[in-house]
């Protein structure tokens, strides 16, 4: 279910609380620092930056440039851009992390780390990672069978890992055989007893040794959006008696060699540490347990659920190397008190390697400002009287009893809608009454600003208030969590960053749905429900972007209102070039034909239908032969284009 913030902005308003205005003040505003992990950073220009090496003395990419690229080669916004940087840095990352503490603490297992594809299963992704991971021996994980033929393609190194989780079929199955008989490593995980019985008929039929693990449900349960994946009623897994029973089936034909690894996972985005050491507790202990009745396990697999810092605040509170240290040390304990020898240690952890190399770069085209209006409200010769009435309560209003006002306006507005469905006042009347009730709001809105104790009704007004920057996207395709499950995705201008933004917004997309809009953004008081932007005017160019996209924003976007994949941008570091970067692949976005013979329609019938349709009307001479050539060619043209807006 989607989470919702009724929280109003706190009393001090971030961007009020500057007395001079410095790209510090915006990276603390906009929390850059916090969610980017050393990836991002403001220039002395004021535009957004990319640290591919985390490195403050360069390279520096800067994305104002990017974008200067691609309008130069003629590719309309919004587009997707991959820092295809990052997302190696990224593997290289929980990789070396790993290497290290192990050494460390002198486990005597390796690191056997594999990529879930479901998180990001793009092609150009997949490989990256395959190709950053290879000196690691890095493999994938694959939850069906289409992911499964993928990582059959992709990943040919036959010293990493293929996990399959997930629930099989016989043809699934297969596949997983193939691989072996390829010289893979691929792993079957039984999530329920059935495959594994299914799994022994089909390996015998086959004439192939199968490589099994074990997915168990933990009595340990996990906190945050996914706690319902995990314990007694998880949906995946093998209950305890479950695994016991396996384990026994499998020495009784034999195939106690064939149980490689051991697995279990407690769900996405664990927010408290606490959590991942009770589950690597009980995990381990069961792991030596398993082993003692004679499983041979090689392989112990902790799952994913690495929480990503979003948006800034302490929600999550370790670090990648405090998970990493206790996977290592509190296995490494239980196993050296069992006497069980160290396995070697699978992690499944998608989000955090994805999530920070892909953003959405949007054109912002326009603006909704509640209530404003140019109509006239002079006095005029018998009005009624709650037009005068608000008209004298808003001439009256100052620092010192704007909030009074802004009662007495606020009942005014209702008398009159009340008069107004009576039939008392004319149309013209109730929009003056409107008019001048709106002139009060944003004046109310002005005083509150320096008022310490505004109440918490006119700092609601100011959200309420808030304009509407209309952005050339849509939340269902690009941004599909912040719509589901409220997540947090950091939003802010790419641009002017050196410069006090004078607006508090929320965000509008061109979706024709009421929820096509972001109205929960991070701030450094916790959720807010409006962002600092600067003002726009008709004709400017302004840049926002929404962050960390990278995990399952890219995949799980549908075809809502026909609009379809953005163009693609792959960007890459270059020391020795003058901007530090080059891009390296685009890849269109959508046309409308293609989105429309995606859901069933035939765009060839549709060209024919509207030229017949054009023709017959040129016949009866309401349109003129060389207009209906030029309107026939204006529709063939817009099923051939970008399905977003132009500018």
């Known amino acids: 279910m989607k989470q919702t913030y009724t929280q109003a902005n706190t009393r001090f308003q971030n961007i009020d609380a500057f007395e001079e205005w410095t790209t510090d003040a915006a990276d603390e505003v ?64 929980i990789n070396k992390t790993f290497r290290s503490v192990i050494e460390e603490a002198r486990f005597n297992g390796q690191y056997m780390g594999v990529y879930p594809i479901k998180v990001n299963q793009m092609r150009e992704v997949v490989e990256e990672i ?20 993928a990582a059959l393609a992709m990943n040919v190194n036959q010293n990493s890992l293929t996990i399959l989780n997930g629930y099989k079929d016989e043809e699934f199955l297969r596949l997983a055989l193939l691989g072996i008989q390829l010289g893979r490593k691929v792993i079957v995980v039984v999530e329920k007893y059935s495959e594994l019985l299914q799994l022994l008929e089909l390996s015998e039929k ?37 695994v016991l029973q396996a384990t026994r089936l499998l020495k009784s034909h034999g195939k106690e060699h064939c149980l490689k690894l051991f697995h279990y996972h407690i769900g996405s985005q664990i927010p408290d540490i606490r959590t991942i050491k009770e589950s690597i507790t009980e995990g381990a202990r069961i792991f030596c347990k398993l082993v003692k009745e004679g499983a041979r396990l090689e392989y112990f697999d902790v799952g994913g659920g690495v929480g990503v810092n979003y948006d800034g605040t302490a929600s999550i509170n370790y670090t990648l190397k405090d998970y990493v240290e206790d996977v290592v040390y509190i296995l490494k304990q239980t196993c050296d008190l069992e ?82 469905k ?23 809105v002005e005083f509150s600003k320096i008022d310490e104790y505004a109440s918490d009704e006119i700092l609601m007004l100011r959200n309420q208030m808030a304009q509407q920057y209309l952005c050339n996207f849509s939340v269902f395709q690009s941004a599909p969590d912040t719509w589901g499950i409220g997540q947090i995705l950091p939003i802010l201008p790419i641009h002017k960053l ?48 929404l962050f960390m996209t990278g995990a399952y924003q890219d995949i799980m976007g549908d075809m809502h209102n026909c609009f379809g994949r953005l163009n693609e941008v792959h960007v890459f570091c270059d020391d020795d070039d003058p901007t530090d970067f080059y891009i390296e692949e685009i890849i269109p976005g959508n046309r409308s034909e293609q989105v429309l013979a995606t859901l069933q329609y035939n765009p060839e019938t549709m060209a024919q239908t509207m030229k017949q349709n054009i023709d017959q009307q040129v016949k009866r001479g309401k349109i003129r032969p060389r207009e209906g050539v030029t309107l026939t060619d204006f529709y063939e043209n817009c099923l051939q284009g970008y399905t977003y807006l132009k500018r």
Not at 56 to 76: F, T, Y
Not at 137 to 149: H, I, Q, R, T, W
């Open 498 to 545: 050196n410069e006090r933004p004078e607006v508090l917004a929320t965000v509008a997309d061109i979706t024709c749905d009421s929820d096509g809009k972001v109205d929960c953004f991070l701030s450094p008081d916790g959720p807010s429900q409006t962002v600092p932007l600067h003002t726009f005017k008709t004709g400017d160019e302004y840049y926002i972007g």
């Open 30 to 93: 906009y929390q850059i620092s916090r969610w980017g992990e050393g990836y991002f950073a403001i220039n002395n220009s004021g535009d957004l930056c990319v640290l591919p090496k985390k490195d403050p003395k360069g390279p520096r990419i800067n994305m104002m440039e990017v974008i200067d690229e691609i309008k130069s080669k003629g590719l309309p916004f919004p587009s997707v851009i991959r820092f295809h940087d990052i997302l190696r840095s990224q593997v290289a990352n």
């Open 422 to 444: 009576l039939g008392v006042l004319s149309l013209e009347e109730r929009a003056k009454v409107e008019t001048i009730f709106w002139k009060i709001s944003r004046m109310v």
């Open 339 to 420: 006497d069980v020898p160290h396995p070697n240690i699978v992690s499944e952890s998608g989000r955090l390697v994805t999530a920070h190399h892909s953003c959405v770069v949007t054109n912002v085209f326009g603006t909704i400002e509640i209530g404003k209006s140019d109509l006239a409200t002079e006095k005029v010769l018998n009005e009624h009287v709650l037009v005068s009435n608000i008209r004298e309560r808003g001439g009256e209003i100052t620092d010192k009893n704007y909030q009074d006002v802004y009662a007495d306006a606020l009942k005014i507005k209702e008398d009159t809608e009340s008069a107004f």
């Open 206 to 242: 086959v004439g192939v040794e199968p490589m099994i693990g074990i997915r168990a449900k933990l009595a340990t349960k996990s906190s945050g959006k996914w706690a319902g994946s995990s314990g007694d009623y998880a949906k995946f897994g093998l209950t305890i008696p479950e």
């Open 130 to 149: 395959v190709d950053a991971g290879a000196p690691f021996n890095y493999g994938l994980e694959a939850g069906s069978k289409p992911e499964l033929m």
